[in-house]
Each structure stands twice: as C-alpha cells, then as structure tokens.
C-alpha cells in the first residue's frame, strides 16, 4: 500500500498521522495527538484518508487542548455507530478481496485495466451528496459515487492488487464555473507515474467503454484539469496513453480513412486519438472529410463524438438515410446528472 502523503511529511507530522490511524482504527472516541496547529491537523487528516481510503468511517473531527500541554485531545466523527461500521468493514473486505483474486495474474497494465473497466460498467456518478458517495461504501458498496468516491475505490483496488496508486488531488475554479476540487489517480508501470481520471471515462461511457484518461502525462491531463493543491510524481511519458498501446493514436490523415473505412465495412464503432499536430479547426474538418469520404464510400452517414481537450473522437456509422451528426463532448463531473 502507497502512503505517498505520509512520506512527504516531517517527523512531528508522522507522528500525528500515525497516532490518528491507529486511532480510528480502533474506533477510539478520543486520541491524544502530539499538539499542531489546526491548519496542519486537517491537512494530516485529509491527507491520512487520502492514503488510507479503505478508512471509510471517518469523516470529521474537533479537537481540544489544554494550554501547557505538549499534546491535543482528537475526537473522530464517525460516519455510522460502531457496530455498523464493523459490518461494512466486513462486508467491504469481502468484496475487494473478491474483485482482487479475479485479476492477481495479470500485468501491470492489465490490473489497472481492469480496476478502470470494472469502475466504468459498476458505478454511477451520483451528485446527490449522499455521505458515502465520498467514501468506498459508495462505489464498492452501492454502485454510486461522485470523484472522490471513485478515485478512493480505484486506489483501494489497485492496493489490494499490488498495483502502486495515489489520489491527486486539483483546485477549483469558480471562474471557469468549476465549483468543487477534483480527484483522480496516478498509477505508476514499469517504474514511470502516468495520470488515469476513471470519473472523467466514465462520463463519457455512455456506448462502449472509453478510456481518453487513461494513462496520461502532465502536459495532457493539464488541459482540462485544474492544478494540483497537493503534492504529486511528474507523470512525463506518454507513451502507454491507451489509445497509442492500442495503435489507435494517428498522426496521419490516411490512417483516419483506413480505419474509417473498416469501421464502415464492418459496423464497428471506432474511437481513436489524434496526435499529427496540434488540432485546429482546420485539421478537424479534414478529419471529417476522411471520415466522410469512408462513410460514403459504404453508403453510411458518420455519427461522430469528440472530446477536443483530448482531441480523442469516437465515430459510428448509420445508414445514410439516416441524419449524420457531430456532438462535442466535455469530460466532466456533472456528465450524468
């Protein structure tokens, strides 16, 4: 298990990151903490379930101190009673031990994957603010979850499979009209960091899984990511994006028409990544032409959707009696209120 915000911590932090783990994990109604200042103990705090969300009974806290004392007295709000907590415990367990043992023989990639794939065919975005959509009970326990939720599913799956995984962690916006921060993940495979944003695939999945953040570098996610507000690995290669391990990552304009032509030819969706130079307007209308052109050729109309930020299109044919049509898609939060 990766506690990377543990390790960036000095020694006086630890301590009280470690005294609050053991804590809550013992369900203690008070644990007393070498003394912080309030700002630094709910960063620990935050940053402990960051590390740690299998701890999904602990939501907030108060403390009190006495002004001599070198200590603080904790106190834990928990999300439910005790023995409540200790039956989704059990039952939370169970079901993580179980989605881990189907996929212990795969690859690296192979595991976040899967961890990916199950995310996108099991749980909802939920935006109605239910306590648990924020935690792991949410996703792994009720199929529903917002960004939070979702990101600390993927690390406690990745964790039980041996897979290095963080949460990161963006700002908002407000003048963006982003209202809340964000949460994703960064994995790292064969030694190198690389971002995947499971809530922002999942928005998009409505036919067929898609996979525009999975396995992005810095420069990439950046673009329609906030900055971080906490500490994370640079992720710098770009090489395992999945749509080039896939070889579905063109740069040439007669790619485009071959593999629309196929798609055509057979009635097979297809979804590829553009990366022959920046994407203009102009590119992307010659886009449309190749992909057109290959409709035409098979008497089919192309049902086209594109995510520009990750110039990642996703094309369908139909019947040509049918009405073509393009949608621009935005990989969001609020995808599937």
């Known amino acids: 298990m990766e506690e990377f915000y543990y390790q960036k911590m000095d020694r006086q932090k630890q301590a009280v990151y470690h005294g609050m783990l053991q804590g809550v994990r013992q369900l203690a109604d008070q644990i007393q903490l070498p003394r912080v200042d309030g700002k630094e103990l709910y960063d620990i705090f935050f940053q402990m379930r960051l590390d740690h969300p299998e701890i999904f009974w602990v939501v907030g806290f108060s403390w009190k101190y006495y002004p001599d004392s070198p200590n603080l007295i904790f106190v834990p709000e928990y999300l439910f009673e005790k023995g409540k907590?200790?039956?989704?415990?059990?039952?939370?367990?169970?079901?993580?031990?179980?989605?881990?043992?189907?996929?212990?023989?795969?690859?690296?990639?192979?595991?976040?994957?899967?961890?990916?794939?199950?995310?996108?065919?099991?749980?909802?975005?939920?935006?109605?603010?239910?306590?648990?959509?924020?935690?792991?009970?949410?996703?792994?326990?009720?199929?529903?979850?917002?960004?939070?939720?979702?990101?600390?599913?993927?690390?406690?799956?990745?964790?039980?499979?041996?897979?290095?995984?963080?949460?990161?962690?963006?700002?908002?916006?407000?003048?963006?009209?982003?209202?809340?921060?964000?949460?994703?993940?960064?994995?790292?495979?064969?030694?190198?960091?690389?971002?995947?944003?499971?809530?922002?695939?999942?928005?998009?999945?409505?036919?067929?899984?898609?996979?525009?953040?999975?396995?992005?570098?810095?420069?990439?996610?950046?673009?329609?990511?906030?900055?971080?507000?906490?500490?994370?690995?640079?992720?710098?290669?770009?090489?395992?994006?999945?749509?080039?391990?896939?070889?579905?990552s063109f740069t040439k304009m007669e790619d485009v028409y071959k593999r629309s032509l196929q798609a055509a030819k057979k009635g097979r969706l297809l979804t590829f990544h553009w990366r022959g130079g920046y994407l203009t307007k102009e590119v992307f209308q010659e886009l449309l032409e190749q992909i057109k052109k290959a409709g035409d050729e098979k008497q089919k109309a192309a049902r086209i959707s594109m995510n520009w930020a990750q110039a990642v299109i996703r094309v369908s044919f139909v019947d040509a009696v049918e009405d073509a049509c393009i949608d621009m898609e935005e990989a969001n939060e609020g995808e599937q209120e």
């Open 85 to 248: 907590i200790k039956e989704h415990q059990i039952a939370l367990t169970s079901r993580v031990e179980k989605l881990a043992r189907q996929a212990q023989g795969l690859s690296e990639w192979e595991k976040e994957k899967y961890v990916h794939d199950f995310i996108c065919e099991n749980v909802r975005y939920d935006k109605l603010k239910k306590p648990y959509s924020h935690e792991i009970i949410g996703p792994l326990g009720q199929g529903v979850g917002v960004c939070e939720g979702i990101a600390k599913a993927v690390k406690v799956l990745c964790d039980a499979l041996g897979l290095w995984c963080m949460i990161a962690i963006c700002g908002n916006n407000p003048e963006k009209g982003i209202k809340y921060r964000h949460t994703w993940n960064i994995v790292k495979l064969g030694g190198k960091y690389y971002h995947m944003d499971v809530t922002f695939d999942n928005s998009l999945s409505h036919n067929g899984i898609r996979y525009d953040y999975f396995n992005l570098d810095d420069k990439n996610i950046f673009r329609d990511h906030e900055p971080l507000i906490a500490p994370a690995p640079s992720c710098t290669d770009g090489d395992h994006f999945y749509y080039r391990e896939k070889k579905l």
